[in-house]
């Protein structure tokens, strides 16, 4: 528990200015959906509770896109804490592992540990926390709402897409619209189908405002 409260510290203070769909808050969200499917599941809690509060502890997209320092930080942290060499490897396996990467992604590592984590942090992105995070992502990257004119998963080349500074909406097409059908573990499926079901609904919503028929 000692350990746990440590990371805990560790964790906010170094996410202190993180950007809103990565900070404390994110982790602890994923920290508390980890623990939910841990309960049901036969598995190293430790592991799980380290991985989901280390997962995003320096992702690549804000630092150059290296991806070598979020592993690096928790092992530094790991070691002076005295944690076992097989946590540590674990943990940092799960931090290596947990992104999805467009999808095309295959992991390296498995343990039920990852799946869970995994899991937890994929139910951060859907339902309404998810739509939340996908406007405020948006906004960040100073991105339209909405342009019928740019349809989803187009013929264009990703940097063509990228140019054309693709709006939020497209992101659900892309990514948070297929996550339901990725989920590792029971809980997790059980979880996002009903998040899942509530983002048909915004959508729905959504464009029936933008027609102005509701
Ligand atoms: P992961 O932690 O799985 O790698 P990301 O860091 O890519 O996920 O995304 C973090 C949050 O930002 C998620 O809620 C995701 O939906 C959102 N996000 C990422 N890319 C985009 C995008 N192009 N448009 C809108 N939201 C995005
Ligand atoms: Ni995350």
Known sequence: ???????????????NDAEGGHDWFHIERVYKNALLIAKDTNCDETVVQL???????????FHNGDETIGPKTARVFL?????????????VNIIENISYKGGNF???FSSVELDIVQDADRLDAIGAIGVARAFNYGGFKNRALYNPE????????KEEYKKNNAPTINHFYEKLLLLKDKMNTEKG???????????????AQ?????????
């Open 51 to 61: 991985g989901a509060l280390l997962h995003d502890i320096a992702d690549s997209k």
């Open 1 to 15: 528990m000692e350990l746990i409260n440590k990371t805990i510290v560790f964790v906010k203070e170094k996410l």
């Open 79 to 91: 070691e002076a804490e005295n944690v076992s060499e097989e946590i540590i490897a674990h943990v």
């Open 150 to 157: 740019i349809a989803p998963v187009t013929n264009m080349t």
């Open 106 to 108: 295959e992991r390296k």
């Open 189 to 203: 499926k059980e979880i996002a189908a009903e998040r899942h079901r509530f983002m048909e609904s915004f959508l």
């Open 206 to 214: 959504f464009y029936a405002e933008w027609e102005g028929v509701k």
